[in-house]
């Protein structure tokens, strides 16, 4: 059985840095066509694609928060960690690891999802 | 970076309807297109990926279907359980994003 856990602060405060780790179980890090995503959810909105990593160690991030993120993974320990710079109100949200699956063509998709993990931004 | 829109942002419908959900993408995506739903409180559910595969053990009601910059995602005869929030994907290019999603309610 595949699953992901998200784990990291319920609160953090304006300016400060968060961290989130992503454990994952039935499958492994290093298998080629598998890697692991991050997507958050303010609270009332649409989902919002973060970043990826893959099993050659290639990262991806959001367009508008690239300079914010960081995305690692340590195999051994079957964990993925995002960090998120410079934390601001609007970043509280629910944030969630996802397994991608890379298929033929280099088609992908988020299965399964971790439960999430709710955020809050406040001093 | 691609769009992704849907229509309508929300609609009612009773057990048994038949509901159809449009995407579409700013350009074209192939069928790099996947669809998902969402309960309150829970995390999305993989429902189709690849436009139109059916995930396993997801209900053969759903279905999807479309090519290019157009899809749809239909629901045969809704049931009770299928009451959620319904977002595309596309994964034809980094960043793979979302759709603003669509919410099915009870009419």
């Known amino acids: 059985q595949v699953t992901l856990k998200e784990s990291g602060p319920v609160l953090v405060k304006p300016t400060e840095t968060l961290t989130l780790t992503c454990t994952v179980s039935?499958?492994?890090?290093?298998?080629?066509?598998?890697?692991v995503s991050w997507i958050r959810q303010p609270p009332g909105k649409a989902l919002e694609w973060l970043a990826h990593?893959?099993?050659?160690?290639?990262?991806s991030y959001s367009t508008s928060l690239k300079s914010r993120l960081t995305i690692s993974k340590d195999t051994s320990k079957s964990q993925v960690v995002l960090t998120m710079t410079n934390m601001d109100p609007v970043d509280t949200a629910t944030y969630y690891c996802?397994?991608?699956?890379?298929?033929?063509?280099?088609?992908?998709?988020?299965?399964?999802w971790g439960q999430g993990t709710l955020v809050t931004v406040s001093s | 970076d691609i769009q992704m829109t849907q229509s309508p942002s929300s609609l009612s419908a009773s057990v048994g309807d038949r509901v159809t959900i449009t995407c579409r993408a700013s350009q074209s995506i192939s069928s790099y297109l996947n669809w998902y739903q969402q309960k309150p409180g829970k995390a999305p559910k993989l429902l189709i990926y690849?436009?139109?595969s059916l995930q396993s053990g997801v209900p053969s009601r759903f279905s999807g279907s479309g090519s290019g910059t157009d899809f749809t995602l239909t629901i045969s005869s809704l049931q009770p359980e299928d009451f959620a929030t319904y977002y595309c994907q596309q994964s034809y290019s980094t960043p793979p994003d979302f759709g603003p999603g669509t919410k099915v309610d009870i009419k």
């Open positions: 690849a436009a139109s």
């Open positions: 039935g499958f492994s890090l290093s298998n080629a066509r598998m890697g």
């Open positions: 996802a397994r991608t699956i890379v298929g033929p063509y280099k088609v992908s998709w988020f299965d399964p």
């Open positions: 990593i893959f099993s050659n160690d290639e990262k």
